[in-house]
């Protein structure tokens, strides 16, 4: 691209990303006293597209200056992409949905379309220098997290199917047959939960890391191994996080506060974050009630001001969250009266 104004130390170039299923749509632009950016040229999502991405990119950025990549976390259809990148020595960003949402409000932006974002993901990356670089996830742990993923799925269906098969029993126009596909389907799903379990056990041993963090979280007393794996395979040991504070957002556990003029502001956890983790959480919450008398008393505590129990729920969650990462960080068992601001 050629460029209208001389590049100063201010300079910045960025090509913005926006990623689909079997395509992506990608944007150059650049930023100093003036800016200019490409038209955006849409790519299909896989190897010959990334390839041809590539080479345009080198063909229309500027030699000799930085330059990086900044893309939203659609799926995991993103993936493929950023290891490509990664592997050539790329700078990558992945970006949060909201985060690129609020700068497009704040340009004026109120047209939603696959062009427009990835020039508003291009232009992010040219005016925030503070974004974190992307850094690809360990394979293990990435196998890990898809198979808990996927338990936690089939436990879903086989609920489901349970449910069904106590109401088909109990119907008085239930079918034979219903019941028997239904029985069969279930058995499967049993069957494929038990293949599950067994794969991220074998996969848990070949990691001494994921195996030590496994241990170290199971020592709180609510919290199990299968919810441990599931929770340590998101957030991936915990190896990419420098405080509590960052796990608490990651996971959509922050408190956010909105107030207008004289009312009192609502406070309520953000939800912008991790769901599985999240989940999880709520099972080892409600399991730490009744088996941890320390964290029944806090609960108990919390929900003197707040009778609904809802959110002394979420502070059990909160507060769960907060002690794996200490124990993983600290390497040290959890105790009953280990603080978590140590």
Partial sequence: MQLRFKPTVYFRQCVGIDIAKSTFMACLS????EGCSTSPIEFTNDRHGFNQFVRWTRKESLKGY????????????YEALAMHLTKLGMTV??????RVRDFAKYEG????TDKIDAYILSMLGCENRKLKNWAAPDEQFASIRSLCRLRTSLVKHSTMLKNRLGALTVSSFSD???VRICSAALDDIDKNIYKAETEIRNLIDKSEQFKEAVRLSTTIPGIGQTTAS??????GC???????RQVVSFAGLDVVARQSGPQDPKRHISKKGNSTIRS???ICAMSAIRFNPKMREFYDRIKKSNPSGKVALVAVMRKLLILMYSVCKSKKPYYPEHSTKN
Avoid: R, S, W
């Fill in 30 to 33: 650049m930023l100093d006293a």
């Fill in 109 to 112: 932006y109120k047209t939603k």
């Fill in 280 to 282: 999880m959480l709520y």
């Fill in 66 to 77: 930085p330059l990086c990549f900044v893309m939203e976390p659609t799926g995991v259809y």
């Fill in 230 to 235: 599931a929770i340590l395979a998101e957030v």
């Fill in 238 to 244: 915990f190896a990419n996080f420098n405080n509590h």
């Fill in 176 to 178: 034979k047959k219903t």
């Fill in 93 to 98: 960003h992945v970006v949060p949905a909201n």
